[in-house]
């Protein structure tokens, strides 16, 4: 298939996982916000989205304060911020338009209807309508969107890049999040008071921002800790957001695509180095030290995704 | 004439281009006036000969890795022939397609009026007094000089300053004669002799009944000698020029260019 | 005014004309209700497959849906003959006279078009002078407009030799249909036309370079911000072909290359959406970012086919229209099967005097105008357009052609009040390659507002679905 083409496709479904991310960590502020605990716990969870899409600036530059409804316009749907909703879905929908031929009528239809639905819609619309009301219907489209492109789209070329897109996202917001959180973590470790229960709903909001809190309870039966935490995000492939578990299907995909491309050698390394890796080990050389590294070995996989597939000029 | 040639042309960038694609005419028509032996282009990475619809020799030029220095050189014989500007050629070209302006050539009121003063010769005299009329007039008109107009100079403009090098008095000369219909065309070449420096050079031609193509270069206040090597005729220097080109990236480019005749002899 | 032109359904005394004679039983016992109901439903069909049709400067986004009318347009077998036989004439024609005018020239030689016309027109691409196409066809794809004053009569009002668009909707509109009244269908030997890419795509393979039988073809659009965008998706995906823009493809050593996933790929045929102007920018426009450099070169050699041919534009040109009836019988040594309509070539003295002086009565057209642009409906302007529009012809008398107002025929149309009649025109697609065909049926314009003559899409006007009747 065109480079090109592919290129649109591995973006569509990048920009959607962005979507979905976004959202998850909305709708996670908002039910952190019920607590009454967090409101006094010093870190603010609205800093998050800024921190975690690096808007922080731009968005204090617009809008002075950071509270939880101007974050949520802000990150929903304002188009000056490439990272809102808004914004990210409408170039879902110029990267499907360009592609219009490789996509089923059904995904066409999918993403063209959520665009259609939101288009028009202000922040304002957005909270007469009920905005948790509003982020479940999104999460809802982007389950939509995966769910008709891994059912409706032949398993071919176009499937695998998109697919590529979603992985590599996804794999990104993991480790973002995740050092945000430990980073957090570290800050706070030294302050006194009611540091448990804070740290207890600090790390909820990690696992239910990244859909893992079923897995945790699963997985380790035992209370919340950091360290499981990164283990868990970090190592169990079962885990369909955890740092192997994305780096293991991107592995599939590209070995399908052309076992010889020069990018296979950076995925195979970073497979290694996910094997062999301990996570007491990891707590003395610095999780957040691993996982910058981590997010800079991705996007070098992403570019040479780009170089060695797509013909990139 | 025997002519040996050799013309390089380098460009040099400040900053590195990803890939620069040209097409060249530099290949002396082959026809009755001029007989081309030994051609050869080098330097770019690839080189495809193609004929255009002018029935001019086209090399597609492509330079596909980095690169900040490029140099194209040509070099070859020509025979030619002395013809006193005359070109009974025959190449299929239907004249009555020469009277159409382009960008380059198009006129203006100004022109338009200047022009105008050529009625009556070409009334009386005939076309080829009429063409020697308006190539003395011209010279009178419009100065040379170096410096003064760019390649995407139209022939209105130039006439508005005055001033030009010799693609703007072919640009001109064809713009003046297609006011009155007379079918002209543009010719890239080399002159080679007389008193100035071998050089890249730019003339015109005219349709006259009953001889066919004359050229007239109006920069030189002469019809071409044997001295003259005709590269590649079109409607204006745009369709006939030695190298036009894309780059991909890129800053900073500079061009240098060397004319040199290697050997010159009667034959 | 609509009670003096002819209708495509109603004779003048009431009766219904024999094609429709089902269909309005069945349109006389449906409730409005009902016809609201499907002409909703066929909007929200339109808008989720994204037909969409973008336009030039306006407002607010850049999409916008071309209104579809439930009503189909039904022309009888024997009426279709004449219309079929017709086009395809005119398109052999049309190829004869664009290969001459790059080749010998004999056409003007032999004095019947005056050679100014054609060696100093701009349409005139001296970069296909001496080439040699396979099958020695140029215009490829040809959308011939046709609009029809009364049962007898069809006129060709314009030829489109260069990009002509519009046949998605030619298919969309009958897909829609085919959902939305399948009763109508079973009632009607509705000839079918969903085969039109198929044949489309042979067409394309059979002008492949050196007869290479398996050749890659793809579509070349300008972008997804050009105004048939839709369609050339549309087209690419029911070819399945790749749909490319100039960036996607680069010249090696004289061939066209893809850059696709698993590197080069060579491509025989290219079937472009895209001017001539912006093809190459080495040859055309410098300026172009659309293009691919080098590709003039790669077709001059013989190694890639354009479609349609680079120089079409010279014979769909409005002045070289007034020519068309000479043509045909130079070339085919047939009579026009199609009339033209009667045109005043403003070159001539007398006609550019009679067209002065009649401006109200007339619709004067520039010479190289499209898509209803740069064009005068004299009784549909006011006093002062046609004063400007006056000015402009006193200026530059050759760049116009005017001709009568013509009585386009009507078809009964879905508007707000119900059913109206309004004026239609017909555009078939007729594929040249190794032969030349036409699927039956093509796309039947229609002017939503009443009285309006205009049925371009750019202009507002709508579509319909065409019905030829099998007999």
Redesign the interface.
């Known amino acids: 298939?065109?480079?090109?083409?592919?290129d649109n496709l591995f973006w569509m479904a990048k920009n959607m996982e962005r979507i979905e991310n976004v959202v998850r960590l909305l709708q996670t502020g908002r039910t952190s916000n019920m607590l009454s605990d967090n409101g006094s716990a010093g870190d603010n969870i609205w800093e998050m989205p800024l921190d975690i899409c690096g808007q922080k600036d731009a968005f204090l530059a617009d809008y002075g304060e950071v509270s939880d409804g101007r974050v949520c316009a802000y990150m929903l749907s304002d188009m000056n911020n490439p990272s809102s909703v808004r914004s990210l879905l409408s170039n879902v929908r110029?990267n499907a338009?360009?592609t219009?031929?490789f996509l089923t009528?059904d995904l066409?239809?999918c993403i063209?209807?959520t665009w259609?639905s939101i288009k028009d819609l202000s922040y304002k619309d957005i909270q007469r309508r009920s905005i948790d009301d509003h982020l479940e219907w999104m999460i809802d489209r982007c389950y939509m969107f995966k769910g008709v492109l891994s059912g409706s789209m032949r398993r071919g070329?176009s499937l695998q890049?998109a697919i590529l897109g979603q992985c590599i996202e996804r794999a990104d917001n993991s480790a973002r999040l995740l050092r945000l959180h430990s980073a957090n973590a570290e800050k706070n470790k030294t302050k006194q008071g009611n540091l448990q229960v804070r740290d207890y709903y600090r790390s909820m909001v990690l696992l239910n921002a990244l859909n893992a809190y079923k897995a945790y309870r699963e997985t380790f039966h035992s209370s919340i800790d950091l360290d499981k935490i990164a283990e868990l995000i970090i190592l169990h492939k079962e885990v369909p957001r955890s740092l192997r578990a994305c780096v293991d299907e991107i592995a599939d995909i590209l070995r399908v695509?052309?076992p010889t491309a020069s990018v296979m050698s950076e995925v195979y390394d970073l497979q290694y180095r996910l094997d062999t890796i301990q996570i007491a080990q990891l707590r003395r050389v610095g999780l957040g030290h691993f996982l910058l590294d981590f997010s800079k070995q991705m996007d070098e996989i992403s570019m040479n995704i780009q170089t060695d597939?797509?013909?990139v000029? | 004439m025997r002519i040996q040639i050799r013309h390089e042309t380098h460009f040099v960038l400040e900053k590195a281009a990803r890939r620069a694609l040209q097409y060249l005419r530099l290949t002396p028509r082959n026809d009755s006036n001029q007989r081309v032996g030994n051609w050869t282009i080098t330097g770019p990475e690839q080189l495809t000969r193609w004929i255009d619809g002018f029935g001019n020799i086209v090399y597609f030029a492509a330079e596909n890795t980095d690169h900040d220095d490029l140099k194209i050189i040509v070099e070859g014989e020509v025979e030619t022939k002395e013809t006193n500007g005359v070109l009974p050629l025959d190449d299929g070209l239907p004249p009555g397609m020469f009277v159409r302006p382009t960008a380059l050539t198009k006129s203006s009121k100004e022109l338009d009026k200047f022009a105008d003063q050529f009625a009556s010769s070409l009334q009386k005299e005939g076309e080829l007094s009429f063409l020697h009329t308006v190539m003395n007039e011209l010279a009178q008109e419009v100065e040379y000089a170096s410096g003064e107009s760019t390649v995407t100079c139209s022939a209105a403009e130039v006439f508005d300053h005055k001033k030009g090098v010799c693609q703007d008095f072919a640009h001109l000369f064809i713009a003046i004669c297609h006011h009155h219909n007379v079918p002209s065309r543009y010719v890239s070449g080399y002159i080679t002799g007389g008193a100035g420096e071998p050089a890249s050079h730019a003339w015109a031609e005219s349709y006259v009944q009953g001889l066919g193509w004359v050229s007239f270069d109006p920069a030189n206040l002469q019809c071409a000698t044997e001295s003259y090597v005709r590269l590649a005729i079109g409607y204006d220097y745009a369709t006939a020029a030695p190298i036009v080109g894309v780059r991909t990236g890129g800053q900073g480019e500079k061009m240098s260019v060397t004319v040199q005749v290697l050997s010159q002899s009667q034959s | 005014m609509l009670e003096n032109f002819f209708d495509e359904m109603h004779e003048q005394n009431g009766e219904v004309r024999e094609p429709y004679n089902t269909y309005a039983g069945w349109l006389h016992s449906t409730e409005l209700e009902e016809l609201v109901r499907c002409h909703e439903q066929a909007d929200l069909i339109f808008r989720r497959v994204g037909i969409t049709f973008n336009v030039y400067g306006a407002d607010g986004g850049v999409e916008r849906l071309i209104p579809f009318d439930i009503v189909p347009r039904i022309i009888s077998a024997k009426e279709w003959d004449i219309i079929e036989r017709g086009v395809i004439q005119r398109v052999k024609a049309l190829n004869a006279f664009l290969h001459d005018v790059y080749h010998d020239q004999a056409i003007l030689k032999s004095g019947l078009i005056p050679p100014d016309l054609v060696l100093t027109n701009e349409a005139f691409r001296p970069e296909m002078l001496g080439l040699n196409i396979p099958h020695n066809v140029y215009s490829h794809i040809s959308g011939i407009d046709i609009v029809r004053v009364d049962s007898e009569t069809f006129y060709v009002l314009e030829d489109n030799a260069r990009t002509p668009s519009g046949v998605s909707y030619m298919l969309e509109n009958r897909q829609a249909m085919m959902r939305l009244f399948p009763d109508l269908f079973a009632k009607h030997r509705v000839a079918p036309v969903s085969h039109y890419p198929e044949l489309l795509l042979q067409t394309l393979a059979s002008v492949a370079p050196r007869g290479n039988s398996m050749p890659t073809i793809v579509l070349m659009t300008p972008g997804q911000y050009n105004s048939a965008y839709f369609e050339h998706a549309f087209l690419a995906q029911e070819m399945g072909i790749e749909l490319v823009e100039g960036q996607d493809l680069f010249v090696d050593e004289g061939y066209v290359y893809m850059r696709t996933t698993r590197g080069p790929q060579r491509v025989d045929v290219i079937y472009r959406r895209i001017d001539d102007d912006f093809l190459d920018p080495l040859a055309f426009r410098p300026d172009s970012a659309l293009g691919v450099p080098g590709l003039l070169s790669a077709y001059r050699m013989g190694n890639v086919a354009i479609c349609n041919a680079i120089g079409g534009g010279i014979a769909d040109d409005k002045a070289i229209y007034t020519y068309m009836p000479d043509i045909i019988k130079f070339y085919l040594s047939q009579e026009p099967i199609l009339k033209n309509v009667p045109t005043y070539n403003l070159r001539r003295k007398d006609d550019l005097a009679y067209a002065l002086e009649n401006m109200e009565q007339l619709v004067v057209k520039e010479v190289h105008g499209s898509g209803g642009y740069g064009m005068l409906v004299g009784p549909a302007s006011t006093k002062k357009q046609v004063a400007e529009f006056r000015a402009k012809v006193k200026a530059d008398p050759s760049n116009f052609i005017a001709q009568p107002t013509l009585c386009l025929s009507t078809c009964p149309t879905f508007v707000d009040s119900g059913i109206a009649p309004r004026h239609v025109d017909l555009r078939p697609f007729v594929l040249s390659g190794r032969e030349t065909r036409v699927v039956p049926g093509g796309l039947t314009r229609v002017a939503m507002e009443k009285g309006s003559l205009v049925v371009n899409s750019s202009q507002g006007g709508g579509t319909k679905d065409t019905w030829i009747l099998e007999s």
């Open positions: 298939m065109l480079g090109r083409a592919a110029e338009r360009a219009r031929h009528s066409w239809d063209n209807r259609l070329e890049f695509l052309n597939f797509m013909m000029q």
